[in-house]
């Protein structure tokens, strides 16, 4: 059988919940994990990083359950840009636990899922919406991981607009960038205003996203890794929206409830830009990812 999953994009962090809150984007990856016949050639070997994640995934999730893996070959199509901060990675891993899942029939519940998408991802902030959908909030504790989803007001539409560059930054590179250690201060700073930023969310005061998307630990330390971030984001935020931050790990920026002329600001400001960007409204996927394609080999 080979099993095709389709799986959303996502935004980690929100701004103050670096490494917690994510939500996940209606934008999406088709992973499609196909078994070989036995004593086929290890296809690992030719595997580009997009097709090697899957395969490490449903690897993780056969010796978790003490299960022998198939030889599977994987692909990922799809509208999902790589080193972008939009999830790209959680896609592939999220693509290949579930179907791991699906190919041994394991019936595994939505926390097993996410534990072992986090296993492999090293955080649950991208891979927690993108098997839920909505908006979540995570934390990881003793190899546990506690993820919730975030509910939003009936009739809360949370508008989303995403401005994409044309150039990559790693993740690894965009976490090196992160000190030790930090000032309480700012620990403080940054805690209050995660937990103001979740009951904003639940509560549907979007005029508190602002203050409560300040963040002090991960995007100052980020800012010289997108050319002129600080300005691009104050503009979205001084332009009628409720509040604006970097996407994951960058380079994307995600904007909330831009106003109406948000846009057409940012527009006309990137295009001095060194890099290329493309504006994007993305709707949050409410439902995250879903198996589409099991057929018989
Ligand atoms: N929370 C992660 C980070 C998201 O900011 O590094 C990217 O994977």
Same mark, same amino acid.
């Given at each position: 059988?080979?099993?095709?999953?389709?799986?959303?994009?996502?935004?980690?962090?929100?701004?103050?919940?670096?490494?917690?809150?994510? *939500?996940?984007?209606?934008?999406?990856?088709?992973?499609?994990?196909? =078994?070989?016949?036995?004593?086929?050639?290890?296809?690992?070997?030719?595997?580009?990083?997009?097709?090697?994640?899957?395969?490490?995934?449903?690897?993780?999730?056969?010796?978790?359950?003490?299960?022998?893996?198939?030889?599977? #070959?994987?692909?990922?199509?799809?509208?999902?840009?790589?080193?972008?901060?939009?999830? !790209?990675?959680?896609?592939?891993?999220?693509?290949?636990?579930?179907?791991?899942?699906?190919?041994?029939?394991?019936?595994?519940?939505?926390?097993?899922?996410?534990?072992?998408?986090?296993?492999?991802?090293?955080?649950?902030?991208?891979?927690?919406?993108?098997?839920?959908?909505?908006?979540? /909030?995570?934390?990881?504790?003793?190899?546990?991981?506690? !993820?919730?989803?975030?509910?939003?007001?009936?009739?809360?539409?949370?508008?989303?607009?995403?401005?994409?560059?044309? #150039?990559?930054?790693?993740?690894?590179?965009?976490?090196?960038?992160?000190?030790?250690?930090?000032? %309480?201060?700012?620990?403080?700073?940054?805690?209050?205003?995660?937990?103001?930023?979740?009951?904003?969310?639940?509560?549907?005061?979007?005029?508190?996203?602002?203050?409560?998307?300040?963040?002090? *630990?991960?995007?100052?330390?980020?800012?010289?890794? /997108? =050319?002129?971030?600080?300005?691009?984001?104050?503009?979205?935020? !001084?332009?009628?929206?409720?509040?604006?931050?970097?996407?994951?790990?960058?380079? !994307?920026?995600?904007?909330?409830?831009?106003?109406?002329?948000?846009?057409?600001?940012?527009?006309? %400001?990137?295009?001095?830009?060194?890099?290329?960007?493309?504006?994007?409204?993305?709707?949050?996927?409410?439902?995250?990812?879903? /198996?589409?394609?099991?057929?018989?080999?």
């Amino acid at each position: 059988m080979t099993v095709s999953v389709r799986v959303p994009a996502t935004s980690a962090n929100l701004g103050t919940g670096f490494d917690a809150l994510g *939500l996940a984007l209606s934008l999406h990856n088709t992973v499609t994990l196909k =078994p070989l016949p036995a004593g086929a050639a290890d296809p690992a070997r030719a595997a580009t990083a997009d097709e090697s994640l899957p395969v490490a995934a449903y690897e993780h999730v056969c010796h978790a359950h003490g299960i022998e893996p198939l030889t599977v #070959h994987a692909k990922v199509t799809g509208d999902v840009p790589s080193s972008r901060g939009l999830g !790209s990675s959680a896609t592939c891993i999220v693509g290949g636990v579930l179907a791991a899942d699906a190919l041994h029939g394991l019936g595994l519940g939505a926390d097993e899922l996410v534990r072992l998408a986090t296993d492999v991802e090293g955080h649950p902030d991208n891979v927690a919406p993108a098997l839920l959908g909505g908006v979540v /909030v995570s934390a990881v504790s003793d190899g546990r991981v506690h !993820s919730l989803p975030v509910g939003l007001p009936a009739g809360g539409e949370l508008d989303l607009l995403l401005a994409v560059p044309d #150039h990559p930054v790693s993740t690894e590179a965009a976490r090196a960038a992160l000190p030790a250690q930090v000032p %309480h201060a700012d620990a403080v700073h940054n805690a209050a205003r995660s937990a103001l930023l979740v009951a904003s969310l639940a509560t549907g005061r979007w005029e508190l996203l602002g203050e409560a998307m300040d963040d002090r *630990l991960h995007q100052p330390y980020r800012a010289g890794l /997108v =050319p002129g971030v600080t300005e691009i984001l104050a503009l979205a935020r !001084s332009s009628g929206s409720a509040g604006a931050c970097v996407s994951g790990a960058g380079p !994307s920026l995600l904007v909330v409830a831009p106003g109406p002329d948000t846009a057409a600001r940012l527009t006309e %400001h990137l295009a001095g830009h060194p890099w290329g960007w493309q504006l994007l409204h993305l709707p949050l996927d409410p439902t995250g990812a879903r /198996v589409v394609g099991p057929r018989p080999a």
